[in-house]
């Protein structure tokens, strides 16, 4: 017990210097390459042009999953920090052969994966909200349609005064592509808005903005049939997860009610076979 808590004690404490060294890099030599890079605040990393098509796609993949650059090195170097602990383990505890193998493996792994795995779970976690809040954002237009407002004045009217129904996702996205709408072409906003955020449901609805605009149809009736279907596809979720959770349940209750009962009534049974005479 007492060389335990050595242990313990000399772990904190090395965590704690470890703590203190890295503030302390990063408050007085913040200005070099390495730490500038791992604590960019922007975009800022200057890459070579061997690289560019690497740095467009990353970039691209961030904007998905509404990360910035910043926030990734945070939590690269926050992975890296953790794989490195996990494996100082084997150097603190008396593990066996195996132990120390499957720490090893697992920190290499959390620093080395981890950022990326983080990366993709919040690019859908994002198209998801993106989505959740797409039938909602296209019936807001419709009525401003209805008035007699045009697309534009539509989108602005929604992304300045929807913040209280819809998410900040989707209204960031309405903002960018109501400003590159303006000032670009429309092929090159309808191409940023289905790039930065990875939406089938977006995807579908600038298809037909397209054709909108080559063939005159209204974009109020593509919006009202759109809106309809993304109901309909929602209103199908529900019934799908309505349908499965029955399964859920009985496999609760084989699980972890099922067991108790079956020990409730065998544990007497079996006790009084033991023991008849008491």
Known sequence: MIELFSYLTLFISLGIIAFFLSLYAYVHYKHRRLLSAIFAKEDDIIITDNFSAKKAEFKLKLQRAGLTRKQFNEIVFASILAGISLISLIFIMDFSFLTELFLVVSGVAIAIFMPYIYVEEQIKARIKRIENDLPIFIDLLIIILEGGGGLNNAIDKVTTEGASVLGPDLLSESKKFKNEFITYSSDVAFTNLVNRTGSDAIATIV????????????????????????KSMEMLNIEKKAATMNIGITLVMFIFILPAVIAMIAFPMAADALMPGF
Do not use: D, H, P, Y
């Open 207 to 230: 298809g037909f903005m397209r054709l909108s605009e080559e063939t005159g149809i209204g974009v109020k009736s593509i919006f009202e049939n759109q809106a309809q279907e993304l």
